[in-house]
């Protein structure tokens, strides 16, 4: 019995939970909260990571000039994504780290603003993949940039400093929702119903049709010089004006908007700026409108990363050409999965899925039954993965997006690995992801952070 035993402890795999280096833990995911907390919208987000990389040394892509390892450089891309990099002593190979900085959230449509049974209303349209019910009776804060006639830029930001107002899209009271209750599940709150309370006071002129509209208006003209056409050309987003906040008596997790995916671009940032000399050239990449598909000139699957590699091989003076550069790289495509969540085990395959807690979850592959729409990691690649977490003894584990036919869920994987690059999913497991507060194990962060790190030195 004592031999198979033994045997079984050497040939089984079995992964535990690793909360290793608590403090280290604990503390880094103080920072992390706080990154958070004023990252909410994608353009705060860049906003903040490129301070961060100025403060390390990091300087814009076109005021470089050399060829030495260990020099920092950064291209913004239309203030929504950022590439940093850090020259190697290998300089002809990227280890690429890619992430995403925006989350689902409510947009404002181009002419929001109408008054109905005397209040001030804005219509929204949801940005990524929302469950619509979640997102009723939240405290939202209001972010984004819209432009006066004259082009003045003005940038809005209000709800998530102490003591501002926030607004609410409010639900229908149980006293009267029967007939709400026998609408289907995905309609029990409709797109068109995400509209949010903005204000109630009227002017006070019985000769004016819509006298809260007008107030509101009058409001933001007062204060921002706006007038209601200026929102035809505006970018307003709505996010939940929740602060990041401990989850559990021990404190062991992290509750907060938009960990989907900013949990992955605040490891990977603070992982390459613990970088000082990388063996092959170190390359953070944090995009834009990965939730709704990777698109547009922001997106990963923009050329935008082309574009960087070949502004990179001018800076260093080389003649390579950037697509035997990118061809030649290694990248991980940070972001989250899934969880198992004991109140809902039905939807993962209980051998097949992440556990809160177990570390950073390398997947193979996500996308959805029959494997569509995804990167499919080369089995050499996960083996150089799998030597990189073993070697630096980080706990890791694996598995899938669901069960097989139930749903799944795409990354930029599929958009990094078309250059050629050998490319593989790597997070941590989140518990609701796209929820107005998402779930993650401080253990997960910190794993998935000296992963992230490794890697860049690797
Ligand atoms: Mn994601
Ligand atoms: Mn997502």
Not at 213 to 242: C, S
Request: aromatic share 8%; with cysteine.
């Amino acid at each position: 019995m004592k031999k198979n035993e033994k045997l079984q402890k050497k040939i089984f795999l079995d992964r535990k939970s690793d909360w290793g280096g608590l403090s280290k833990i604990m503390s880094f995911s103080e920072g992390y909260k706080e990154f958070m907390s004023s990252s909410k919208t994608e353009r705060l987000a860049i906003a903040n990571i490129i301070k961060a990389l100025e403060s390390s040394g990091f300087a814009r892509i076109e005021k470089v000039k050399t060829k030495k390892p260990g020099t920092k450089f950064y291209k913004e891309i239309k203030g929504k994504s950022v590439i940093a990099g850090i020259i190697g002593k290998d300089p002809d190979m990227f280890q690429v780290i890619g992430s995403h900085v925006d989350s689902p959230r409510l947009d404002l449509k181009p002419s929001p603003l109408y008054e109905d049974a005397g209040l001030a209303m804005l219509q929204s349209h949801y940005y990524g993949g929302i469950k619509k019910y979640q997102w009723v009776n939240v405290p939202l804060a209001l972010h984004g940039v819209i432009f006066t006639k004259s082009g003045k830029k003005v940038e809005l930001s209000i709800g998530d400093r102490k003591g501002d107002p926030v607004f609410i899209i409010p639900d229908i009271e149980p006293h009267l929702a029967k007939p709400q209750m026998e609408r289907k599940p995905n309609k029990i709150v409709e797109g068109e119903e995400l509209n949010i309370l903005f204000g109630n006071i009227p002017i006070d002129d019985d000769d004016i049709k819509e006298q809260v509209k007008l107030a509101v208006m009058k409001r933001l003209n007062e204060d921002y010089g706006l007038i209601e056409e200026d929102f035809n050309t505006a970018e307003l987003e709505f996010v939940p004006a929740y602060e990041p906040v401990d989850v559990g008596l021990d404190r062991s997790m992290v509750g907060a908007y938009g960990q989907d995916d900013k949990v992955c671009v605040y490891t990977s940032l603070q992982a390459i700026l613990q970088v000082k000399v990388p063996v092959h050239t170190a390359v953070a990449m944090f995009v834009d409108k990965e939730e709704i598909g990777s698109v547009g000139d922001t997106g990963a699957a923009s050329f935008m990363l082309q574009t960087f590699a070949g502004d990179y091989l001018s800076m260093i003076g080389s003649d390579l050409r950037p697509s035997t550069l990118l061809e030649h790289s290694r990248a991980i495509s940070a972001d989250t999965t899934v969880a198992m969540n004991p109140n809902f085990k039905d939807v993962n395959d209980p051998q097949n899925v992440s556990y809160l807690g177990k570390g950073v979850a390398v997947e193979k592959y996500g996308g959805g039954g029959g494997k569509y729409n995804t990167n499919d990691a080369h089995a050499e690649y996960m083996s150089y993965m799998r030597g990189l977490l073993d070697k630096n003894k980080i706990s890791w584990q694996t598995g899938e997006l669901g069960k097989i036919d139930i749903g799944g869920g795409g990354t930029i994987a599929m958009f990094l690995s078309r250059y050629g690059m050998d490319c593989i999913d790597a997070g941590p497991p989140g518990l609701a992801m796209h929820a107005p507060i998402e779930v993650m194990s401080k253990a997960d962060i910190y794993s998935a952070f000296r992963l992230y790190k490794v890697f860049f030195s690797d």
